[in-house]
Protein backbone atom coordinates (compact mmCIF):
# COMPACT_ATOMS: atom_id res chain seq x y z
CA UNK A 1 0.00 0.00 0.00
CA UNK A 2 1.19 3.78 -1.04
CA UNK A 3 1.60 6.28 1.83
CA UNK A 4 -1.25 8.40 -0.04
CA UNK A 5 -3.50 5.43 -0.13
CA UNK A 6 -2.86 4.80 3.52
CA UNK A 7 -3.47 8.42 4.54
CA UNK A 8 -6.70 8.59 2.36
CA UNK A 9 -7.93 5.78 4.53
CA UNK A 10 -6.60 6.84 7.65
CA UNK A 11 -7.84 11.21 7.16
CA UNK A 12 -11.32 10.23 8.11
CA UNK A 13 -11.14 8.67 11.59
CA UNK A 14 -8.53 11.46 13.08
CA UNK A 15 -8.94 15.20 13.69
CA UNK A 16 -7.30 17.50 11.64
CA UNK A 17 -4.47 17.95 14.56
CA UNK A 18 -4.25 14.15 15.48
CA UNK A 19 -3.83 14.14 11.01
CA UNK A 20 -0.94 16.05 11.39
CA UNK A 21 0.67 14.48 13.97
CA UNK A 22 0.25 11.33 12.28
CA UNK A 23 2.28 13.08 9.20
CA UNK A 24 4.82 14.26 12.12
CA UNK A 25 5.01 10.61 13.04
CA UNK A 26 5.34 8.95 9.38
CA UNK A 27 7.95 11.00 8.42
CA UNK A 28 9.90 10.47 11.68
CA UNK A 29 9.40 7.09 10.98
CA UNK A 30 11.05 7.21 7.39
CA UNK A 31 13.97 9.28 8.59
CA UNK A 32 14.91 6.86 11.75
CA UNK A 33 14.04 3.96 9.36
CA UNK A 34 16.80 5.18 6.83
CA UNK A 35 18.84 5.97 9.54
CA UNK A 36 18.94 2.92 12.07
CA UNK A 37 18.60 0.41 9.09
CA UNK A 38 14.50 -0.81 9.56
CA UNK A 39 12.24 -1.15 6.81
CA UNK A 40 11.35 2.12 5.46
CA UNK A 41 7.90 0.69 4.30
CA UNK A 42 6.92 -1.02 6.95
CA UNK A 43 7.65 1.72 9.11
CA UNK A 44 5.93 4.49 6.79
CA UNK A 45 2.50 2.03 7.01
CA UNK A 46 2.97 1.68 10.54
CA UNK A 47 3.10 5.09 11.08
CA UNK A 48 0.34 5.87 8.76
CA UNK A 49 -2.45 3.73 11.24
CA UNK A 50 -0.84 3.98 14.53
CA UNK A 51 -3.59 6.19 16.00
CA UNK A 52 -6.26 4.38 13.61
CA UNK A 53 -8.38 3.44 16.85
CA UNK A 54 -7.50 6.82 18.17
CA UNK A 55 -10.91 8.45 19.04
CA UNK A 56 -13.14 5.28 18.91
CA UNK A 57 -15.67 5.04 21.50
CA UNK A 58 -13.81 4.02 24.43
CA UNK A 59 -16.73 1.47 24.99
CA UNK A 60 -16.39 0.05 21.44
CA UNK A 61 -12.30 -0.39 22.25
CA UNK A 62 -13.17 -1.96 25.87
CA UNK A 63 -15.52 -4.41 24.10
CA UNK A 64 -13.04 -5.24 21.20
CA UNK A 65 -10.08 -6.02 23.86
CA UNK A 66 -12.53 -8.50 26.03
CA UNK A 67 -14.00 -10.22 22.36
CA UNK A 68 -10.85 -10.44 21.02
CA UNK A 69 -8.92 -12.13 24.29
CA UNK A 70 -6.90 -9.16 24.38
CA UNK A 71 -4.45 -8.78 27.71
CA UNK A 72 -7.55 -7.63 29.97
CA UNK A 73 -5.09 -5.69 32.47
CA UNK A 74 -5.18 -2.65 29.75
CA UNK A 75 -8.65 -2.03 30.98
CA UNK A 76 -7.27 -1.17 34.41
CA UNK A 77 -5.16 1.54 33.31
CA UNK A 78 -5.42 4.56 31.36
CA UNK A 79 -7.73 4.52 28.24
CA UNK A 80 -5.08 6.25 26.53
CA UNK A 81 -3.57 2.59 25.87
CA UNK A 82 -6.40 1.20 24.48
CA UNK A 83 -5.91 3.00 20.68
CA UNK A 84 -2.67 0.67 20.56
CA UNK A 85 -3.70 -2.81 20.80
CA UNK A 86 -7.28 -2.16 19.18
CA UNK A 87 -5.57 -0.23 16.37
CA UNK A 88 -3.68 -3.10 15.29
CA UNK A 89 -6.91 -5.37 15.51
CA UNK A 90 -8.52 -2.79 13.31
CA UNK A 91 -6.09 -2.37 10.88
CA UNK A 92 -5.84 -6.28 10.53
CA UNK A 93 -9.84 -6.53 10.13
CA UNK A 94 -10.31 -3.39 8.34
CA UNK A 95 -7.97 -2.00 6.41
CA UNK A 96 -6.56 -5.99 5.57
CA UNK A 97 -2.95 -5.59 6.46
CA UNK A 98 -1.63 -8.53 7.74
CA UNK A 99 2.06 -7.88 8.26
CA UNK A 100 2.79 -8.82 11.55
CA UNK A 101 5.57 -6.66 12.02
CA UNK A 102 3.67 -3.71 11.19
CA UNK A 103 0.71 -4.78 13.23
CA UNK A 104 3.23 -5.17 16.39
CA UNK A 105 4.44 -1.72 16.10
CA UNK A 106 0.96 -0.36 15.80
CA UNK A 107 -0.18 -2.12 18.85
CA UNK A 108 3.20 -1.16 20.88
CA UNK A 109 3.32 2.43 20.03
CA UNK A 110 2.21 3.58 23.55
CA UNK A 111 3.79 1.09 25.92
CA UNK A 112 6.44 -0.41 24.72
CA UNK A 113 7.13 -4.13 25.75
CA UNK A 114 10.45 -6.73 26.06
CA UNK A 115 12.37 -7.65 23.11
CA UNK A 116 10.66 -4.46 20.96
CA UNK A 117 12.27 -4.98 17.25
CA UNK A 118 13.94 -2.15 15.18
CA UNK A 119 10.62 -1.18 13.57
CA UNK A 120 8.72 -0.92 17.07
CA UNK A 121 11.58 1.12 18.08
CA UNK A 122 11.31 3.07 15.54
CA UNK A 123 7.31 3.83 15.72
CA UNK A 124 7.35 4.24 19.04
CA UNK A 125 9.86 6.96 19.47
CA UNK A 126 8.93 8.68 16.02
CA UNK A 127 5.39 8.93 18.14
CA UNK A 128 7.15 10.57 20.98
CA UNK A 129 9.67 12.78 19.07
CA UNK A 130 7.59 13.83 15.77
CA UNK A 131 7.81 17.68 15.03
CA UNK A 132 4.38 18.99 16.83
CA UNK A 133 5.88 17.45 20.00
CA UNK A 134 6.49 20.14 22.49
CA UNK A 135 6.85 18.90 26.33
CA UNK A 136 9.30 18.90 28.81
CA UNK A 137 12.64 16.66 27.87
CA UNK A 138 11.45 15.71 24.17
CA UNK A 139 14.19 18.23 22.50
CA UNK A 140 16.90 15.83 24.63
CA UNK A 141 15.44 12.77 23.27
CA UNK A 142 15.08 14.02 19.50
CA UNK A 143 19.23 15.33 20.18
CA UNK A 144 19.56 11.55 21.48
CA UNK A 145 18.13 10.15 18.56
CA UNK A 146 20.36 11.69 16.36
CA UNK A 147 23.37 9.55 18.07
CA UNK A 148 21.20 6.38 19.20
CA UNK A 149 18.01 4.85 19.23
CA UNK A 150 18.39 2.66 21.81
CA UNK A 151 19.18 5.37 24.15
CA UNK A 152 16.59 7.80 22.75
CA UNK A 153 13.52 4.89 23.34
CA UNK A 154 15.29 4.62 26.97
CA UNK A 155 14.75 8.15 27.40
CA UNK A 156 11.76 8.16 25.91
CA UNK A 157 10.35 5.38 28.56
CA UNK A 158 12.11 7.41 31.47
CA UNK A 159 10.50 10.33 31.02
CA UNK A 160 7.15 8.80 30.37
CA UNK A 161 7.37 6.55 33.73
CA UNK A 162 8.57 9.62 35.69
CA UNK A 163 5.96 11.85 34.14
CA UNK A 164 3.27 9.38 35.62
CA UNK A 165 4.71 8.18 38.58
CA UNK A 166 4.11 12.66 39.00
CA UNK A 167 0.61 12.75 38.11
CA UNK A 168 -0.29 9.40 40.53
CA UNK A 169 -1.10 7.68 37.55
CA UNK A 170 -0.84 3.89 36.84
CA UNK A 171 2.11 2.75 34.98
CA UNK A 172 1.40 -0.04 32.72
CA UNK A 173 3.94 -3.35 33.31
CA UNK A 174 5.28 -3.68 29.64
CA UNK A 175 6.48 0.13 29.48
CA UNK A 176 8.46 -0.88 32.90
CA UNK A 177 9.48 -3.54 31.15
CA UNK A 178 10.50 -2.32 28.14
CA UNK A 179 13.00 0.20 30.35
CA UNK A 180 14.44 -2.72 31.94
CA UNK A 181 14.90 -4.58 28.58
CA UNK A 182 16.51 -2.23 26.72
CA UNK A 183 18.33 -0.29 30.29
CA UNK A 184 19.95 -3.93 30.36
CA UNK A 185 20.75 -4.48 26.87
CA UNK A 186 22.67 -1.14 26.85
CA UNK A 187 24.82 -1.69 29.75
CA UNK A 188 25.41 -5.07 28.57
CA UNK A 189 27.05 -3.88 25.28
Given at each position: ?118 LEKVVFLA ?10 GVEEVRKT ?34 YNDILLSI???
Amino acid sequence: MERSEALKIVKPHLTEHRYQHTIGVTDTSVMLAKKYGADVKKAEIAAVFHDYAKFRPKEEMRQIIKDQGMDLQLLSYSSELLHAPVGAYLVKTEVGIKDEDILRAIRYHTTGRVGMSLLEKVVFLADYIEPNRAFPGVEEVRKTAEQSLEEAVLQSLKNTVQFLMKQNQLVFPDTIAAYNDILLSIKGK
